[in-house]
């Protein structure tokens, strides 16, 4: 029972994932069939899992709708909580990226580096759509690969809210200004760069940077595209000009022609957000 929770908790088993046979867990753990089937009903009992006749048991989304649900719609109904939750987002999101960079595995690793190539390809093709799914998907890899259950499950819980009731268009924010998608490509390529790198620090730091554009972008105008809040999955991202990238392959077929869009709109994010130290390059 303790074995199967906790591949519930660290994101083993995650949302819409289908359960092995009684069989399987049974020789996995070492028990007898009876101990899985019972250890199974409880944790049906529990709303942690789902039989589907026919078709096997399958983990609900409990743990993420237990904590979003309330939460989703006072904060649709009170659009200046929004500040609050990316203000949370930087802190929680830093922490992942520092823990990712500590405790990935080879296998998380090379997840992060399939998501920032889908990411970069997602860019070159002109896909915001695309690129904006990539983006949310790369988020969350970093957060399963911080090796903490809480940081996941919080992780897993505030950006189902944010997609279910107050997302920010992730699409729009690409176009709010003139290079803005180049400055969030760059801020992936470092927060990837330095997880893979295993650097915590410089991680945690290019992850809060990255939060604090966001911030400053909402913040400029509500009315503007991007700028206000949406029900279409979230996204965001981007770090300092320079920075090394993952995804070198497509990233020198569009630097010519985006260095002018990513120098002007550097000084805009900078004017948008007076006091706050802006990111390397922006």
């Not at 904060?75 to 500040?83: E, M």
């Not at 995804?247 to 985006?258: Q, R």
């Amino acid at each position: 029972m303790r074995q199967m929770e906790t591949a519930l908790l660290d994101g083993s088993w995650r949302t819409g994932t289908k359960l092995p046979a009684e069989r399987v867990l049974a020789e996995r753990y070492d028990v007898a069939r009876n101990t899985v089937r019972e250890a199974i009903q409880r944790l049906a009992a529990r709303g942690l899992v789902q039989s589907r006749p026919g078709a096997g048991v399958f983990v609900t989304d409990q743990l993420r709708t237990g904590f979003a649900s309330p939460w989703g719609q006072l904060v649709a109904d009170h659009p200046a909580l929004r500040d609050d939750i990316l203000e949370f987002r930087r802190v929680l999101e830093g922490a992942t990226a520092y823990f990712a960079a500590l405790r990935a595995s080879d296998e998380d690793l090379a997840r992060i580096r399939t998501l920032m190539d889908a990411l970069e390809h997602a860019h070159l093709v002109g896909d915001k759509t695309g690129e904006a799914d990539a983006d949310a998907k790369l988020h969350e890899v970093i957060a399963q690969a911080s090796h903490n259950a809480m940081f996941l499950h919080l992780h897993t819980s505030v950006l189902g809210m944010l997609r279910e009731h107050i997302t920010m268009n992730g699409t729009g924010l690409r176009e709010l200004a003139e290079g803005a998608a180049v400055l969030l490509l760059e801020q992936h390529r470092t927060v990837c760069d330095a997880i893979l790198s295993r650097r915590p620090e410089e991680a945690r730091t290019a992850m809060q940077t990255h939060i604090d554009f966001v911030r400053a972008r909402v913040g400029e105008d509500p009315d503007a595209p991007g700028g206000g809040w949406t029900t279409v999955p979230w996204s965001p991202s981007v770090p300092p000009a320079g920075a090394k990238t993952v995804g070198a392959n497509v990233a020198g077929e569009k630097a010519a022609g985006e260095k002018a869009a990513v120098a002007k709109a550097a000084g805009e994010g900078a004017a948008a957000a007076p006091g706050r130290r802006a990111a390397k390059g922006c």
